[in-house]
């Protein structure tokens, strides 16, 4: 049985960091990618970065970039997502989820692509 369980959202204020933490179990490692997504309230769900589990691929949204730096540790089959100087329009659920294969430049971002999904922590950017 697949699962993965994110952690690490939080209420904080604009300009701080937060590391979120994404845990998977019962997959394959090297043969998915795992995405971040997030979804503001009356939003869609956006692609914020993702990386390969097998490759030094990752990506990144654009309003992330520079901002945002996504990592893995294949031992504690972990994915990390370090959010620095966040902004109110940062918050939002985010959610982990693990597609099989490479991510590609064009669809990466794609969440139907995903096959699991966590369940979501909340990350709260005070102005």
């Known amino acids: 049985q697949v699962q993965l369980v994110e952690s690490g959202g939080d209420l904080v204020q604009s300009g701080g960091s937060l590391r979120l933490s994404c845990v998977a179990s019962?997959?394959?490692?090297?043969?998915?990618?795992i995405g971040w997504f997030r979804q503001a309230p009356g939003k869609e769900r956006e692609g914020v970065s993702c990386?390969?589990?097998?490759?030094?691929?990752?990506y990144y949204a654009d309003s992330v970039k520079g901002r945002f730096a996504i990592s893995r540790d294949n031992d504690k089959n972990t994915v990390y997502l370090q959010m620095n100087n966040l902004k109110p329009e940062d918050t939002a659920v985010y959610y982990c989820a693990a597609a099989s294969g490479p991510p590609y430049s064009n669809s990466w971002s794609w969440g139907d692509l995903y096959n699991y999904w966590g369940q979501g922590t909340q990350v709260t950017v005070s102005s």
């Open positions: 019962g997959l394959t490692w090297d043969y998915y990618h």
């Open positions: 990386i390969s589990m097998s490759h030094d691929i990752t």
